[in-house]
């Protein structure tokens, strides 16, 4: 899939707010500071139809927006160490989830994760809870250009190892780079194949 066309739509604070659910919506979520608006801006091909900020936290609405006029990206709050209020930061939660919930149009969550990172609990959580409430999702590993290979490698077997503790299968997953494009024609590919499936 080549985009052509990608642009912001709307910010909302809920769910029953966004636009109407006619077309397929793929949506982005992860860890504050994971690398979420590199990744969009990346896939789009443009180089700041996200915001990107050095301050964890940035994104605070569920974002729309429209691709190829035939799809919504959908940017979600990260979720994790972002220095905000307990109290706003479980608003941010239940605005997710509550739209991950409930959103009919939701064809698949990509949850990202800092492939520099060990096995994070808040990522973990939020992977099981995925599981536990049955929804569709690919992991997506960000800043993969930022380790040598092997360590890239040591750390995504090492993650594969803990998943496979609690899932049967390792869930399907695609290691990323928003710096020199790694991954991009997967996770396009990846959409434009679900939406095929649903326009059958």
Not at 66 to 78: E, H, K, M, T
Not at 170 to 179: F, G, I, L, Q, W
């Amino acid at each position: 899939m080549e985009i052509f066309d990608a642009r912001f739509i709307v910010s909302n604070t809920g769910y029953l707010k966004c636009p109407v659910p006619d077309i397929p919506e793929f949506a982005f979520i992860g860890r504050s500071n994971v690398g979420k608006s590199s990744l969009i801006n990346m896939l789009a091909g443009r180089k700041n139809l996200a915001k990107i900020s050095g301050t964890p936290g940035k994104t605070r609405l569920i974002n729309h927006f429209i691709i190829n006029n035939s799809w919504y990206l959908v940017d979600l709050p990260g979720y994790g160490f972002a220095k905000i209020s307990k109290s706003v930061r479980i608003k941010w939660e239940k605005m997710s989830q509550d739209y991950l919930l409930h959103r009919v149009n939701l064809i698949n969550t990509f949850i990202l994760i800092d492939s520099r990172l060990t096995p994070q609990k808040s990522d973990l959580e939020f992977i099981s809870w995925f599981g536990e409430k049955n929804l569709p999702f690919v992991l997506i590993f960000t800043k993969s250009d930022k380790l040598s290979k092997s360590k890239l490698n040591s750390n995504l077997e090492n993650y594969k190892s803990i998943l496979l503790e609690y899932w049967e299968e390792a869930p399907v997953s695609v290691v990323t780079s928003a710096r020199t494009g790694k991954g991009k024609d997967e996770i396009l590919t990846m959409i434009a194949a679900m939406n095929k499936k649903m326009a059958i």
